[in-house]
C-alpha cells in the first residue's frame, strides 16, 4: 500500500522566513492595475455594505492545545475580537492586563472529543508518517487506496448500507447527491426550508439542470404530504433533510416521514452531518436513534464533526455509489481525501465503539445545561433565542470575557428577531465546565424565547416556499 520513509523532509528555517517576505512583498494580483479598477471599486462597496449591517466576518487565530473544548488566546486577538463584537452590541471594551487567557470553546462541532483523542492522533501521525498524504488525485484518477477502501467499509457497516462514497467534505457530499440525482424535468426535490446551504446548492444546481424543487414548512408533514399529493406520479421524487438541524438543535420528525416514504414512494435522503457517532445506540445517527434506518435511501454525513477529522461520505446501495462516482461532479473532480484523515476517521469509529461511555457523558451534559437554565432540549446543539441581534451580541460578548466562547447567531443565518446564543457541547466537557457555562449565562440576565414558540412561528420562516422555489 506504501511504505515507511527513512526521514521526514523539512524545509530549512531561513526558507519558510524567505517564503514568508516573498509573499509579503508580493502584490496581489487584484490589485496590480491599480485601486480604482472596477474590481476593486466594487468589493470595496461589497464589504462596506456587509460593515455597515453589522454582517462582516472576520479571523481570530488562537493557539491549540490538547485539549479539543480549550484554546489558548493572546490578550491582543481577544480584545480585538470581543470589542469588535462590543461594538456593534453598544457593550464596554474589554481591559485586561494578561498578556493571554485560555478559552473555554461552546462552539465546535467536535461532539465526541476526539479530535484529540491519543488513538486518533497516533492513528494520523502513523498515516502521515508511512504514507504522507497519499496519492494527490482525484480518487477515480489514482487517488483511491485500500485505507479508503477499508473506511467506506466500515462506514457502510456503521449505517448498515450494502456500500459508501467518501467525499472530500459533507458539502460536496450533499451538493453531488442532489445536483446529481435530480436532473431533468422529471426530477422534483423536496426539501425542509431550514435545510443546510448545501442542500439548497445542490438545489440550484438541479434546478439549472431542470429538475423542479418544493420545499416543505420546517419539519411540517401535513405541508410535505400536500406536496407530495400535488405531484404526479410519474414524477422521480427525492425528500431530503437534516436529522439534526444545526441552528435548530432539533431533529428531523423521521417516523413521519418514513411513513410518507411508505404512501408515495419517493427516495429519502437524509443528512446525518451533526448525528453521527452522536446518536443512536452503535452511534448510527438519527435513523438509528428513531429506528428507521433500513428506511432510508440515502445516508449522507461528514468526518469533521463526530469523527474529529475531514472529510464527507454517501452511504447506500451499490449502484448508488456507482452513479456518483460517475456523475457527482463534486466526487469526480476533487482530489482524494488525505490519509491521515482516513486513518484518523477509520480510528475514531474503533474508539466510539470501545468507549460508548463517551456518548453517555454527552448526552449527560446535555441534559445538565438543560436543567440548570430551566429550558427544553433535544442534542447537543442547544439554541439560546434571545430575539434581536444586540442583546445576543452583547452576551457573547460578556460570556468571550469571562473565558467562554459562545457564537452570537445572527440574520440572514436565521431568521429575522431570532437572534440566539448557540451553544454546542462536547463529551470533552466537564461537568464543571457545564455549571460553569451556566452560572455565566446566567449573569447576562437573559429571557429566552421557547424553541416550539420559535419553530412554529409563521413570522420566523426564513423563506417562503415561493421564494425557495425560485432558486
Same mark, same amino acid.
Given at each position: &500500500?506504501?511504505? !515507511?520513509?527513512?526521514?521526514?523532509?523539512?524545509?530549512?528555517?531561513?526558507?519558510?522566513? &524567505?517564503?514568508?517576505?516573498?509573499?509579503?512583498?508580493?502584490?496581489?494580483?487584484?490589485?496590480?492595475?491599480?485601486?480604482?479598477?472596477?474590481?476593486?471599486?466594487?468589493?470595496?462597496?461589497?464589504?462596506?455594505?456587509? %460593515?455597515?449591517?453589522?454582517?462582516?466576518?472576520?479571523? #481570530?487565530?488562537?493557539?491549540?492545545?490538547?485539549?479539543?473544548?480549550?484554546?489558548?488566546?493572546?490578550?491582543?486577538?481577544?480584545?480585538?475580537?470581543?470589542?469588535?463584537?462590543?461594538?456593534?452590541?453598544?457593550?464596554?471594551?474589554?481591559?485586561?492586563?494578561?498578556?493571554?487567557?485560555?478559552?473555554?470553546?461552546?462552539?465546535?462541532? @467536535?461532539? &465526541?472529543?476526539?479530535?484529540? #483523542?491519543?488513538?486518533? /492522533?497516533?492513528?494520523?501521525? %502513523?498515516?502521515?508518517?508511512? /504514507?504522507?498524504?497519499?496519492?494527490?488525485?482525484?480518487?477515480? $484518477?489514482?487517488?483511491?487506496?485500500?485505507?479508503?477502501? @477499508?473506511?467506506?467499509?466500515?462506514?457502510?457497516?456503521?449505517?448498515?448500507?450494502? @456500500?459508501?462514497?467518501?467525499?472530500?467534505?459533507?458539502?460536496? *457530499? +450533499?451538493?453531488?447527491?442532489?445536483?446529481?440525482? /435530480?436532473?431533468?424535468?422529471?426530477?422534483?426535490? =423536496?426539501?425542509?426550508?431550514? +435545510?443546510?446551504?448545501?442542500?439548497?446548492?445542490?438545489?440550484?444546481?438541479?434546478? !439549472?439542470?431542470?429538475?423542479?424543487?418544493?420545499?416543505? !414548512?420546517?419539519?411540517?408533514?401535513?405541508?410535505?404530504?400536500?406536496?407530495?399529493?400535488?405531484?404526479?406520479?410519474?414524477?422521480?421524487?427525492?425528500?431530503?433533510?437534516?436529522?439534526?438541524?444545526?441552528?435548530?438543535?432539533?431533529?428531523?420528525?423521521?417516523?413521519?416521514?418514513?411513513?410518507?416514504?411508505?404512501?408515495?414512494?419517493?427516495?429519502?435522503?437524509?443528512?446525518?452531518?451533526?448525528?453521527?457517532?452522536?446518536?443512536?445506540?452503535?452511534?448510527?445517527?438519527?435513523?438509528?436513534?428513531?429506528?428507521?434506518?433500513?428506511? $432510508?435511501?440515502?445516508?449522507?454525513?461528514?468526518?469533521?464533526?463526530?469523527?474529529?477529522?475531514?472529510?464527507? =461520505? $454517501?452511504?447506500?446501495?451499490?449502484?448508488?455509489?456507482?452513479?456518483? &462516482? +460517475?456523475?457527482?461532479?463534486?466526487?469526480?473532480?476533487?482530489?482524494?481525501?488525505?490519509?491521515?484523515?482516513?486513518?484518523?476517521?477509520?480510528?475514531?469509529?474503533?474508539?466510539?465503539?470501545?468507549?460508548?461511555?463517551? !456518548?453517555?457523558?454527552?448526552? %449527560?451534559?446535555?441534559?445538565?445545561?438543560?436543567?440548570?437554565?430551566?429550558?427544553?432540549?433535544?442534542?447537543?446543539?442547544?439554541?439560546?433565542?434571545?430575539?434581536?441581534?444586540?442583546?445576543?451580541?452583547?452576551?457573547?460578548?460578556?460570556?468571550?470575557?469571562?473565558? =467562554? #466562547?459562545?457564537?452570537?447567531?445572527?440574520?440572514?443565518?436565521?431568521?429575522? +428577531?431570532?437572534?440566539?446564543?448557540?451553544?454546542?457541547?462536547?463529551?470533552? #466537557?466537564? *461537568?464543571?465546565?457545564?455549571?460553569?457555562?451556566?452560572?455565566?449565562?446566567?449573569?447576562?440576565?437573559?429571557?429566552?424565547?421557547?424553541?416550539?414558540?420559535?419553530?412554529?412561528?409563521?413570522?420566523?420562516?426564513?423563506?417562503?416556499?415561493?421564494?425557495?422555489?425560485?432558486?
Amino acid at each position: &500500500m506504501c511504505s !515507511r520513509r527513512n526521514s521526514v523532509s523539512t524545509i530549512p528555517t531561513y526558507c519558510v522566513s &524567505m517564503l514568508a517576505q516573498d509573499a509579503q512583498q508580493r502584490p496581489m494580483a487584484l490589485y496590480s492595475a491599480g485601486e480604482s479598477t472596477q474590481w476593486q471599486r466594487w468589493l470595496s462597496s461589497s464589504v462596506n455594505r456587509l %460593515e455597515s449591517a453589522n454582517l462582516l466576518r472576520t479571523l #481570530h487565530p488562537v493557539s491549540t492545545t490538547l485539549s479539543s473544548v480549550e484554546v489558548e488566546i493572546s490578550h491582543v486577538t481577544l480584545k480585538e475580537w470581543h470589542d469588535s463584537i462590543a461594538d456593534i452590541s453598544g457593550s464596554e471594551h474589554l481591559v485586561s492586563s494578561q498578556v493571554s487567557m485560555r478559552l473555554k470553546l461552546f462552539s465546535l462541532n @467536535d461532539y &465526541m472529543g476526539l479530535s484529540q #483523542h491519543p488513538a486518533i /492522533c497516533k492513528a494520523a501521525a %502513523e498515516a502521515a508518517t508511512h /504514507c504522507g498524504m497519499g496519492p494527490r488525485s482525484s480518487a477515480l $484518477v489514482g487517488g483511491y487506496t485500500q485505507m479508503h477502501q @477499508d473506511l467506506e467499509t466500515s462506514l457502510a457497516t456503521l449505517k448498515g448500507t450494502e @456500500d459508501c462514497l467518501l467525499f472530500s467534505s459533507g458539502f460536496a *457530499a +450533499n451538493l453531488a447527491v442532489v445536483s446529481a440525482l /435530480c436532473q431533468g424535468p422529471e426530477a422534483v426535490i =423536496f426539501s425542509d426550508e431550514l +435545510n443546510h446551504a448545501s442542500i439548497i446548492d445542490g438545489c440550484r444546481l438541479a434546478i !439549472r439542470s431542470r429538475g423542479a424543487l418544493q420545499v416543505y !414548512r420546517h419539519n411540517d408533514m401535513a405541508h410535505l404530504e400536500q406536496l407530495l399529493a400535488a405531484c404526479p406520479s410519474s414524477k422521480r421524487k427525492l425528500v431530503i433533510t437534516d436529522s439534526l438541524f444545526s441552528m435548530d438543535g432539533d431533529f428531523a420528525d423521521l417516523p413521519g416521514l418514513v411513513r410518507l416514504r411508505r404512501q408515495y414512494g419517493f427516495a429519502l435522503a437524509l443528512d446525518e452531518a451533526h448525528a453521527t457517532l452522536v446518536a443512536g445506540r452503535a452511534g448510527g445517527g438519527a435513523a438509528e436513534m428513531f429506528g428507521v434506518a433500513d428506511q $432510508v435511501d440515502i445516508h449522507i454525513g461528514t468526518l469533521s464533526k463526530g469523527f474529529g477529522s475531514h472529510g464527507g =461520505f $454517501v452511504a447506500g446501495s451499490s449502484i448508488l455509489k456507482s452513479f456518483l &462516482m +460517475n456523475k457527482g461532479r463534486s466526487y469526480v473532480f476533487s482530489t482524494a481525501l488525505p490519509l491521515p484523515a482516513v486513518a484518523a476517521a477509520q480510528a475514531a469509529i474503533h474508539v466510539c465503539h470501545q468507549e460508548p461511555e463517551r !456518548r453517555r457523558n454527552l448526552w %449527560e451534559r446535555v441534559q445538565q445545561l438543560g436543567d440548570l437554565l430551566g429550558v427544553a432540549v433535544q442534542s447537543p446543539v442547544i439554541p439560546l433565542v434571545v430575539g434581536d441581534e444586540a442583546t445576543a451580541l452583547a452576551a457573547s460578548a460578556q460570556l468571550l470575557k469571562k473565558g =467562554f #466562547h459562545v457564537p452570537a447567531i445572527r440574520p440572514p443565518t436565521v431568521p429575522k +428577531n431570532t437572534s440566539r446564543l448557540r451553544v454546542s457541547l462536547s463529551a470533552s #466537557h466537564t *461537568a464543571e465546565d457545564v455549571r460553569r457555562l451556566a452560572e455565566a449565562i446566567q449573569d447576562c440576565n437573559l429571557h429566552f424565547l421557547p424553541m416550539d414558540q420559535v419553530l412554529t412561528s409563521a413570522a420566523t420562516r426564513a423563506l417562503s416556499s415561493k421564494k425557495l422555489s425560485k432558486l
